[in-house]
């Protein structure tokens, strides 16, 4: 009766297991990127997130934009697709309504994971980015979707920009498969 009420209590104690996302990263850079999605932060965003992954529709989307010191962007299931004309990648989303911004106070730090938007606030669709360093000039700015819990490494070998804006000249790294689990 006693391992009962001791596993009854933790058990209530236990936070609910949070959405992971785990992207699997070829190019330059192979392995895998965990990442704890954050929907009590973004419901919105992370329902969006989640919904284009478990349609496959991430799977062998490319790093489209990956700037040194600053973040990688992926993302661009409409254009960015390996073997697709990268001069298109980046300026696309996906056939879902674009997200309005869901704004909160945490931080971007290094691994932090933001919805990537045109001007409009209200204009994320599917593209994110992976933040390589902090950068504070985004905090609340950007809508924060989550965190990498696992493959920093994996994140810091990823191909870099070397073309306008952090364009990704040549072959750019690619994300293989990207599911979602709880």
């Known amino acids: 009766m006693r391992s009962l009420a ?4 933790l058990a209530v104690a236990t936070p609910a297991l949070a959405v992971e996302m785990t992207i699997t990263v070829e190019g330059e850079a192979n392995g895998a990127i965990t990442i704890d999605l954050l929907e009590e932060v973004a419901p919105n965003h992370v329902a969006q997130i989640r919904t284009l992954a478990e349609q496959g529709a991430y799977d062998n989307v490319v790093f489209h934009r990956v ?8 993302g661009d ?11 298109m990648a980046g300026r ?13 106070d945490i931080p971007y730090e290094r691994g932090t994971v933001g919805m990537a ?12 980015f992976i933040m ?12 924060v979707i ?3 819990t696992e493959g920093l490494d994996v994140l810091d070998a990823i191909k ?19 599911t979602i689990s709880r």
Do not use: C, H, W
């Not at 700037?67 to 992926?74: E, H, K, P």
């Not at 938007?117 to 994110?128: E, G, H, K």
């Not at 920009?161 to 990207?178: F, W």
């Open 92 to 104: 696309g989303g996906s056939d879902l309504p674009n997200i309005s911004a869901e704004f909160s």
């Open 117 to 128: 938007r045109a001007q409009n606030p209200d204009s994320a669709n599917s593209q994110f």
């Open 67 to 74: 700037i040194d010191g600053f973040m990688a962007q992926t």
């Open 146 to 148: 989550g965190q990498v």
């Open 160 to 178: 870099r920009g070397t073309g306008s804006n952090g364009a990704v000249v040549g072959r750019p790294d690619v994300m293989t498969t990207v």
């Open 6 to 9: 001791l596993a009854l209590g």
């Open 132 to 143: 390589f360093e902090p950068g504070p000039f985004l905090n609340g700015q950007y809508t």
């Open 77 to 87: 299931v409409e254009f960015g697709k390996l073997g697709a004309d990268m001069r």
